[in-house]
């Protein structure tokens, strides 16, 4: 019995050896999973750098809120800094600051209130294009959003279409503020490296 079971070992061995060695050629080789990685590969032009400047305009005012609580812990109520709030949100990109400026997409995703004993939020965001040459491609954001401070800065995170391979920084800034009506416009500079 011994025997059998050295030798089933023997050869499971040499052949766990030849499988990983294969691999690992072929993998070399670029021939393996070439759309995990390289961007060449992949046939994808030169990265190049694009700066996005947009607004996102938010309101929880109805009948058509834009973000909404969907969620909290029994703290958050009694939270000064909210934690644990969740929302979601769906907010119109425009052009320019103004509720009437020309809709360039959708900013899509989440916040949930991760601080404390500050008001911080990690916030999940898709930047959706729905017009002109990037008609169709999105930034993700991830990253977290000091709501008080002046500027805050989260990472970019990826991204799709024709910014695939995203990377990069977005500046958020509040633009307005108003707590009656509940609305706000954010700016967002996005510094973007892509395909």
Not at 98 to 118: D, N
Not at 135 to 150: D, E, H, K, L
Request: net charge positive; with cysteine; proline share 5%.
């Amino acid at each position: 019995m011994a025997r059998v079971h050295f030798k089933h070992s023997l050869s499971f061995a040499v052949f766990s050896i030849f499988v990983i060695f294969s691999v690992s050629k072929i993998a070399q080789a670029g021939k393996l999973f070439p759309a995990l990685g390289d961007p060449v590969t992949l046939s994808l032009r030169k990265e190049k750098f694009s700066h996005f400047r947009v607004y996102c305009q938010s309101t929880s005012v109805d009948p058509n809120p834009t973000i909404v609580q969907v969620g909290g812990a029994n703290l958050t109520q009694g939270s000064a800094t909210r934690f644990g709030d969740i929302a979601v949100f769906d907010d119109a990109l425009t052009q320019g600051p103004e509720l009437t400026s020309k809709l360039l997409g959708r900013a899509q995703g989440f916040y949930a209130s991760a601080g404390i004993h500050e008001l911080a939020a990690l916030t999940s965001a898709n930047i959706v294009f729905t017009t002109g040459k990037y008609n169709g491609s999105t930034i993700a954001i991830m990253g977290r959003n000091p709501v008080f401070s002046q500027v805050r800065e989260m990472p970019i995170v990826g991204g799709t279409g024709l910014l695939r391979f995203a990377r990069g920084y977005v500046e958020a800034r509040t633009h307005r503020f108003t707590i009656i009506p509940p609305q706000a416009t954010f700016e967002y500079n996005l510094y973007v490296y892509h395909f």
